[in-house]
């Protein structure tokens, strides 16, 4: 049975891909957790041949993955940088992020609570068990990654689902103009409100590389 290893955006946890995995029983599911939702922080990656999801912010980190079993890389609504730069106009200033940072310290969950609102949530659900340093550590990650000079490691395993309607525009053309992909309109949280066709979108790319 495949394994597919999943990580999931800031301002989320493992839970994240839930609806997802309910279309997928014919794989075996390994999810990463970044300890957001005050869930303890796990990452261990699969022993044998994996695919990775990864999510947002999660599919960037996912660039940098040093992994001899992982097969490729499955994107969804992700980019390979977040933070406007001369050549990324599309980009978030990052002053965005280091305002985030700060507020965090003082009201953790209004901070989150907007930006899951901002992502096309109608009405976040929160814990109480916010853990803001892992929050902020994630926000000061997000702002510093450039990881698009590792998209030519990646040449050929490497596969983008993303909205034209994205409300992060980083997000709105994927991986770039060379990374094969298929848009699908929708907004940010595919994985979530469209559960069935990202399902469909990863498992003709596993079959499709499988029968190469």
């Not at 901002?118 to 340093?133: K, N, Q, V, Y």
């Amino acid at each position: 049975m495949m394994t597919l290893y999943f990580q999931h955006g800031w301002g989320y946890d493992a839970d994240f891909w839930m609806p997802l995995q309910s279309h997928l029983p014919e794989f075996q599911h390994v999810c990463a957790d970044a300890g957001y939702l005050g869930a303890e922080a796990r990452s261990d990656l699969p022993q044998s041949p994996f695919w990775a999801v990864g999510h947002s912010a999660g599919a960037c980190s996912l660039l940098a993955l040093e992994a001899p079993h992982c097969l490729g890389i499955i994107s969804i609504n992700g980019f390979a940088r977040f933070t406007k730069a001369e050549d990324f106009p599309e980009g978030v200033p990052e002053r965005i992020l280091h305002r985030m940072i700060r507020q965090l310290d003082r009201q953790p969950a209004p901070v989150l609570h907007q930006f899951r609102q901002m992502c096309g949530e109608a009405a976040p659900i929160l814990p109480s068990t916010l853990d803001r340093d892992a929050l902020k550590n994630g926000l000061t990650t997000l702002a510093e990654m450039e990881h698009r000079p590792l998209l030519p490691r990646w040449k050929g395993r490497l596969h983008s689902l993303h909205s034209p309607d994205d409300p992060l525009s980083p997000a709105r053309n994927g991986m770039g103009a060379d990374v094969p992909s298929i848009t699908l309109p929708g907004g940010h949280l595919l994985p979530r409100t469209h559960p069935q066709d990202c399902a469909t979108f990863l498992t003709r790319i596993i079959k499709n590389a499988s029968s190469v």
